[in-house]
């Protein structure tokens, strides 16, 4: 039996997986949790063999350190409208498993025991994102794939906020921010803040 620790908001998907877990002899879901925080704390209370956790993009940092971990079991990560370049850089991190939310039954089962036989599980859909995202990245040679965290700095420097402001929400250091922003203008090959925000709409870095 898999032992399954379910960290999501959501009552209704949790709901699912319970009632998934109660109809098949092969998993169980033995705790559940809101938030990644929530079950960095839950893996040494409730060892799971396997963690299923719901897309948050607020939560993107804390699921790839939480990943990078090595006492954290193998996750696998429900995620219909993720980045693809996040995606890439979640399964470098160590996430076993992307999938949609909306799977069947029989594959979100399946899914879940080839996480934990130890498979890395793509959904085509998100196969396919990475593949594109990949083709895009080539062709254009003079980008320096950024970092996770370069990434989400590079979010918030689009949301128009200061350095000082990043540090407080990332609870990272300022001269930490000046860093970040610093590596990204010189991979982007950008002359400003905003030039880098433009070329990172361009790219698909940056949400509209």
Same mark, same amino acid.
């Given at each position: ?22 109809? /098949? ?6 705790? @559940?949790? $809101? ?9 040494? /209370? *409730? ?27 193998? #996750?696998?990560? %429900?995620?219909?409208?993720? $980045? ?10 160590? *996430? ?7 799977? @069947?039954?029989?594959?979100?089962? !399946?899914? #879940? ?12 859909? =998100?196969? =396919?994102?990475? %593949? +594109?995202?990949?083709?895009?990245? +080539? ?5 320096? +794939?950024?970092?996770?965290?370069? #990434? ?13 402001? #990043? ?22 090959? !950008?002359? /400003? ?11 698909? %870095?940056?949400?509209?």
């Amino acid at each position: 039996m898999i032992r399954v620790l379910a960290v999501t908001s959501s009552a209704l998907l949790r709901a699912g997986l319970e009632a998934l877990a109660s109809n /098949s002899a092969r998993f169980e879901v033995v705790g @559940s949790g $809101q938030d990644v925080e929530e079950a960095g704390h839950l893996v040494a /209370s *409730v060892p799971p063999d396997l963690i299923v956790v719901e897309w948050d993009p607020a939560q993107g940092q804390d699921l790839l350190d939480l990943a990078a971990s090595p006492d954290t079991p193998p #996750i696998l990560l %429900l995620a219909s409208d993720a $980045q693809p370049l996040w995606i890439s850089g979640a399964v470098r991190s160590g *996430v076993r498993g992307i999938v949609p939310r909306d799977l @069947s039954n029989s594959e979100m089962i !399946a899914a #879940i025991e080839a996480v934990v036989a130890g498979l890395i599980v793509l959904h085509p859909q =998100e196969l =396919e994102g990475i %593949l +594109a995202t990949g083709s895009a990245a +080539a062709s254009d040679l003079s980008a320096e +794939a950024l970092s996770p965290r370069e #990434i989400e700095v590079l979010r918030l420097v689009a949301e128009g906020l200061s350095n000082k402001t #990043i540090a407080w929400k990332l609870s990272i250091s300022e001269h930490t921010v000046k860093f970040h922003v610093n590596s990204i203008l010189s991979k982007m090959n !950008a002359g /400003s803040r905003t030039e880098a925000v433009t070329l990172g709409l361009r790219r698909g %870095l940056v949400p509209l």
